[in-house]
C-alpha cells in the first residue's frame, strides 16, 4: 500500500469548478436511455409470473408469435442452460453466474413476484406489452417464504433444493436449507459480559426498501449480422454488463461492446443485468435493434431492492461507560438468490466502537422476493439502526452524554477489528468533538413534543481496479477518459485531480467516460471509489504525461532530462532559469518531437480510508396522530479531503435524505400470498421536498493516507446514521422506544397509545 506525500496546499482540489456535463443535463441535451434510438428500433416487454413462488409446467407463446406487429417472442429455451459457475464480482463477493442467468429469466420455477418468464418484440410497446399478455403459463403453486424468520425455520418451503452460499465482501457457509452463516469474533465475549456492571439486549426487524432511483432499468441492444453485440445502456458499471452478457450468453467478451449512458441515479441497484439478455436475443431472432424500458412496477417488483432485516443484539459495559462486550446477530434477506449483504451489515455493526470483546453472527437467507442488491453502504442501516439506539439506552441508563459516552469509545487509528486488522488512519474523535462544539448540539431544542438524538455511523469504502486514459492536444488541453460511469459528479472530481497533478486549469481538462473496447477495465462505480480509486488512476496517468513532457523539453533544450525542474504546470531548466515552458508551450511544440503525448494508467489501491459521520437531529411528533417533522439535522462527515465541497455536501446531503425515507416511510408491502401491493411512488412513499429540513454539512478533513491528496469516499456513509438518530430524538421527544423500521406514524402511534394506557 502507497503512503503518499500530501501537499499541504492544494490549487485546484477542494475549490468548485462548474462540472462539465452539467450544461447538457440542464437544457437536456444529455442522453439517457430513453433518449437513445435506432433505425428500425424495435421494442420489447416481458411477461412476469404473478405469483410468488411456482413451478413453469408449460409456456405457450403461440398466439403473441401470431399477433400481429411482432417480431420475436422468447423464453428461457431460447437462452444457452447455464451450469453453477462462480465468477469474482468485486464488491458484490462470488456471485453464482447460473442465479444471474435464472434471475433474468425463470426455466423451472419461479421464485417471486415479477420474475421474468417470457419476453416480445413487436413494432412498438403496446404492442409488445398486448402480445405479451397472451402468453399462456400453466403454473403449479407453491407456498411462497417472506421473511428471514419465516425462511429459517424447521418447517419453511425450500426455495432450492441446493444452492451455492453467497459470499458478498466475505463468504459463507451452508446453515440451514435456506440459509448461510457467517461468524465474526474476538476477544472472549462470557469474560466480558461478567465483567460488565450493565447488560441489555434487544430485537429489531426492518422491511425491505427500494434503491428509488428516478430512471428506471432501460437498454438497447443490437445483434450485428457479424454476431457482435452493442448494448446501450444505464449502468454503474459497463464492464460488469458485458462480462455477465457474455458469460449468461456463452459469447467471447471481445464480441459484445457497452456502451453505457448517462445514468439517472444507481445507488447499486444498477450493477448488473435484468433485461439487457433478453434485449440482446430478442435482437438476434428479430435481426433489428430492439429497446426496453421498465416501468415503475417492473422496477419495484423485479429488480434489487435492500434486504430486510431481523436483527438481535447484546451489549455490556462498566458504569463509567466503557464497552466491554457485544453480540451481533442479523439476519439478512438475500431475495430469491443468495448473497444479500450480510457481510458488510453485520461487520459494520459495532466496528465504530472499540471493544475488547465481540461475537458475530450473520444469515444470508433465502426468500421469495427479488434477488438484493446493494444500497448505499450496504446492509449497515439496519445494524447502525439496531446498535446506536441500544447505546443511546446505555447513556440514558448510565445518565452519561451521548457524545462523551461516544469519545469514550471511538475506534481510534491502530485499534484491532474484528475483522482482523488494525484500524488505519481514522477521524471519528474529530468527529465526535465537532458533534460536540457545534452551536446546534448546545442549543435548547425547546417546545413540548420535540427531542433531539444522535447517532455515529461508519463505513469502509473499496478501491478495486480503476483506468483512466490521458491525451495531450496541441493547443494544452486535455482528454481525460476513465472506465468509470458518472453517477455523482465524477466527471469533474477526475478532471480536478489530473488538473491538480498537471498544474493546468480544470477547464482545460475535457472527461468522458469510454465504452468497453475504447478505454481500461474498471470496476463498477460503486462503494464510494471513484474519487477514490479512479482519481488514483488518473493520477498515475498524469505523472507519466509529466515525465513524457519533461523528456520533450530536455530534448528542445539538448539537456539532460534529470536537469527538469516540474513547478505547477511549468518545465524549467535547472541549469537556465531563463528556459521556461507552460503546460500550454510545450504541448504546442509536440509534433516536432516525436508525436503525440498519451498515458493510460491501471491502479487497484488498497488504502481505502474508512468513512465515519455523526448526525444529529431535532424532530417533533404529534401525539395525536404520530407523524414526525424533522425540525433541525445536521450530518458531520470526515471527506479526507473533499475534492469538490458543493459535491461532498450533495453526498451528503442525498444519502440523509435516502436514510431518513428508509426511517419513516420506505417498505415493501407484500400479501400472504406474495405479490407486492405497492408498485408506485405514490405507494412507496419516497420522501419530497416537504418532509426534510434544510440538512446541514460539516465537513471534516482527516487526510486518508492511501490517497495523493487524501481523498476518502464520502457517498455511502450519509445513510447509515439517519434511522437511529431519528429513533433516538423521538424517544428523547415522547418516550418511546422503536424497534422497527420504518417508524410510520400508524406504529408510533400504536407504542404511544399501549404506552399511555
Known amino acids: 500500500?502507497?503512503?503518499?506525500?500530501?501537499?499541504?496546499?492544494?490549487?485546484?482540489?477542494?475549490?468548485?469548478?462548474?462540472?462539465?456535463?452539467?450544461?447538457d443535463k440542464v437544457?437536456?441535451?444529455?442522453?439517457?436511455?430513453?433518449?437513445?434510438?435506432?433505425?428500425?428500433?424495435?421494442?420489447?416487454?416481458?411477461?412476469?409470473?404473478?405469483?410468488?413462488?411456482?413451478?413453469?409446467?408449460?409456456?405457450?407463446?403461440?398466439?403473441?408469435?401470431a399477433f400481429p406487429g411482432v417480431h420475436a417472442v422468447v423464453t428461457a429455451a431460447d437462452f444457452p442452460k447455464i451450469t453453477s459457475n462462480v465468477i469474482d464480482a468485486g464488491e458484490a463477493g462470488q456471485i453464482d453466474m447460473q442465479d444471474v442467468a435464472d434471475n433474468c429469466i425463470a426455466r423451472e420455477k419461479v421464485f417471486y413476484d415479477g420474475h421474468a418468464v417470457a419476453a416480445v418484440a413487436a413494432d412498438n410497446a403496446h404492442i409488445a406489452e398486448e402480445a405479451a399478455n397472451l402468453i399462456q403459463v400453466d403454473y403449479e403453486l407453491?407456498?411462497?417464504?417472506?421473511?428471514?424468520?419465516?425462511?429459517?425455520?424447521?418447517?419453511?418451503?425450500?426455495?432450492?433444493?441446493?444452492?451455492?452460499?453467497?459470499?458478498?465482501?466475505?463468504?459463507?457457509?451452508?446453515?440451514?436449507?435456506?440459509?448461510?452463516?457467517?461468524?465474526?469474533?474476538?476477544g472472549d465475549v462470557s469474560t466480558g459480559f461478567d465483567e460488565a456492571d450493565i447488560v441489555i439486549e434487544r430485537e429489531f426487524t426492518t422491511e425491505t426498501v427500494h434503491q428509488g432511483y428516478i430512471e428506471t432499468h432501460i437498454v438497447t441492444a443490437q445483434w450485428g449480422a457479424n454476431g457482435m453485440v452493442t448494448v446501450w445502456t444505464t449502468t454503474q458499471g459497463q464492464f460488469a454488463i458485458r462480462d455477465q452478457l457474455a458469460l449468461v450468453l456463452e459469447l467471447p467478451m471481445s464480441a459484445i461492446t457497452v456502451i453505457p449512458l448517462e445514468i439517472g441515479g444507481g445507488f447499486g441497484g444498477k450493477d448488473s443485468i435484468y433485461i439487457d439478455p433478453l434485449a440482446v436475443v430478442l435482437s438476434k431472432q428479430s435481426g433489428r435493434p430492439v429497446k426496453m424500458v421498465m416501468n415503475r412496477a417492473e422496477t419495484l417488483r423485479a429488480t434489487g431492492p435492500s434486504s430486510g432485516t431481523y436483527i438481535k443484539a447484546r451489549l455490556g459495559a462498566k458504569t463509567d461507560g466503557t464497552l466491554v462486550a457485544a453480540e451481533f446477530h442479523g439476519a439478512y434477506e438475500a431475495?430469491?438468490?443468495?448473497?444479500?449483504?450480510?457481510?458488510?451489515?453485520?461487520?459494520?455493526?459495532?466496528?465504530?466502537?472499540?471493544?475488547p470483546n465481540v461475537k458475530i453472527e450473520g444469515y444470508d437467507v433465502l426468500v421469495n422476493k427479488p434477488k438484493i442488491k446493494p444500497y448505499r453502504a450496504p446492509g449497515a442501516t439496519p445494524s447502525n439502526f439496531a446498535i446506536e439506539t441500544m447505546i443511546d439506552e446505555l447513556c440514558r441508563e448510565l445518565k452519561l452524554d451521548p457524545v462523551e459516552f461516544r469519545l469514550r469509545n471511538a475506534l481510534t487509528t491502530g485499534d484491532r477489528l474484528v475483522l482482523g486488522f488494525p484500524c488505519p488512519e481514522i477521524g471519528g474523535v474529530e468527529i465526535l468533538k465537532a458533534v460536540q462544539n457545534h452551536a446546534h448540539y448546545q442549543s435548547d431544542i425547546g417546545g413540548p413534543h420535540r427531542g433531539r438524538g444522535l447517532a455515529y455511523g461508519f463505513w469502509f469504502g473499496a478501491g478495486?481496479?480503476?483506468?483512466?486514459?490521458?491525451?495531450?492536444?496541441?493547443?494544452?488541453?486535455?482528454?481525460?477518459?476513465?472506465?468509470?460511469?458518472?453517477?455523482?459528479?465524477?466527471?469533474?472530481?477526475?478532471?480536478?485531480?489530473?488538473?491538480?497533478?498537471?498544474?493546468?486549469?480544470?477547464?482545460?481538462?475535457?472527461?468522458?467516460?469510454?465504452?468497453?473496447?475504447?478505454?481500461?477495465?474498471?470496476?463498477?462505480?460503486?462503494?464510494?471509489?471513484?474519487?477514490?480509486?479512479?482519481?488514483?488512476?488518473?493520477?498515475?496517468?498524469?505523472?507519466?504525461?509529466?515525465?513524457?513532457?519533461?523528456?520533450?523539453?530536455?530534448?528542445?533544450?539538448?539537456?539532460?532530462?534529470?536537469?527538469?525542474l516540474i513547478d505547477c504546470g511549468r518545465f524549467l531548466n535547472e541549469t537556465n532559469i531563463q528556459q521556461c515552458f507552460t503546460f500550454k508551450e510545450?504541448?504546442?511544440?509536440?509534433?516536432?518531437?516525436?508525436?503525440?503525448?498519451?498515458?493510460?494508467?491501471?491502479?487497484?489501491?488498497?488504502?481505502?480510508?474508512?468513512?465515519?459521520?455523526?448526525?444529529?437531529?431535532?424532530?417533533?411528533?404529534?401525539?395525536?396522530?404520530?407523524?414526525?417533522?424533522?425540525?433541525?439535522?445536521?450530518?458531520?462527515?470526515?471527506?479526507?479531503?473533499?475534492?469538490?465541497?458543493d459535491f461532498v455536501e450533495g453526498q451528503i446531503q442525498g444519502g440523509t435524505v435516502q436514510g431518513i425515507g428508509w426511517a419513516l416511510n420506505e417498505e415493501y408491502f407484500y400479501d400472504e400470498a406474495g405479490h407486492l401491493k405497492n408498485t408506485s411512488l405514490l405507494d412507496y412513499r419516497m420522501p419530497t421536498i416537504l418532509d426534510v429540513p434544510n440538512i446541514e454539512a460539516v465537513i471534516l478533513e482527516t487526510p486518508n493516507p492511501g490517497h495523493p491528496y487524501g481523498?476518502?469516499?464520502?457517498?455511502?456513509?450519509?445513510?447509515?446514521?439517519?434511522?437511529?438518530?431519528?429513533?433516538?430524538a423521538l424517544y428523547d421527544a415522547a418516550g418511546i422506544r422503536m424497534n422497527t423500521l420504518p417508524m410510520t406514524p400508524a406504529k408510533i402511534l400504536d407504542k404511544l397509545n399501549s404506552v399511555t394506557h
Open 1 to 23: 500500500m502507497n503512503d503518499y506525500v500530501i501537499p499541504e496546499k492544494l490549487r485546484v482540489v477542494g475549490t468548485t469548478p462548474i462540472r462539465p456535463d452539467g450544461h
Open 27 to 65: 437544457t437536456g441535451r444529455a442522453k439517457f436511455g430513453d433518449d437513445f434510438h435506432l433505425p428500425s428500433m424495435l421494442h420489447g416487454k416481458v411477461l412476469r409470473s404473478p405469483h410468488a413462488h411456482a413451478r413453469i409446467k408449460s409456456i405457450d407463446t403461440s398466439h403473441a408469435e
Open 142 to 186: 407453491l407456498d411462497p417464504v417472506m421473511d428471514v424468520r419465516s425462511a429459517m425455520a424447521d418447517n419453511a418451503p425450500v426455495l432450492h433444493d441446493d444452492f451455492l452460499p453467497g459470499a458478498f465482501l466475505a463468504p459463507t457457509e451452508k446453515a440451514l436449507p435456506n440459509a448461510s452463516k457467517l461468524e465474526l469474533a474476538m
Open 335 to 355: 431475495g430469491a438468490y443468495s448473497g444479500g449483504p450480510v457481510a458488510p451489515g453485520v461487520s459494520t455493526a459495532l466496528t465504530r466502537y472499540n471493544i
Open 464 to 564: 478495486l481496479p480503476s483506468s483512466a486514459d490521458l491525451m495531450v492536444n496541441s493547443d494544452g488541453t486535455v482528454q481525460l477518459c476513465s472506465g468509470s460511469p458518472d453517477m455523482s459528479g465524477t466527471r469533474i472530481t477526475l478532471a480536478m485531480q489530473a488538473a491538480e497533478a498537471l498544474g493546468i486549469e480544470p477547464s482545460d481538462i475535457f472527461p468522458s467516460v469510454g465504452d468497453t473496447t475504447s478505454v481500461g477495465y474498471s470496476f463498477q462505480t460503486v462503494a464510494s471509489r471513484t474519487t477514490f480509486a479512479t482519481g488514483i488512476a488518473v493520477y498515475q496517468a498524469a505523472q507519466d504525461i509529466l515525465a513524457q513532457m519533461a523528456e520533450r523539453a530536455a530534448l528542445i533544450w539538448q539537456i539532460a532530462t534529470d536537469n527538469i
Open 586 to 645: 510545450l504541448a504546442g511544440k509536440l509534433d516536432g518531437t516525436g508525436g503525440p503525448i498519451a498515458a493510460r494508467a491501471l491502479a487497484s489501491p488498497e488504502g481505502v480510508g474508512f468513512q465515519i459521520t455523526a448526525h444529529l437531529v431535532d424532530l417533533a411528533v404529534d401525539p395525536e396522530t404520530g407523524k414526525i417533522d424533522i425540525l433541525r439535522y445536521t450530518a458531520f462527515q470526515d471527506a479526507g479531503k473533499a475534492v469538490h465541497p
Open 711 to 728: 481523498v476518502r469516499g464520502v457517498g455511502e456513509v450519509p445513510i447509515v446514521p439517519p434511522a437511529a438518530a431519528i429513533a433516538n
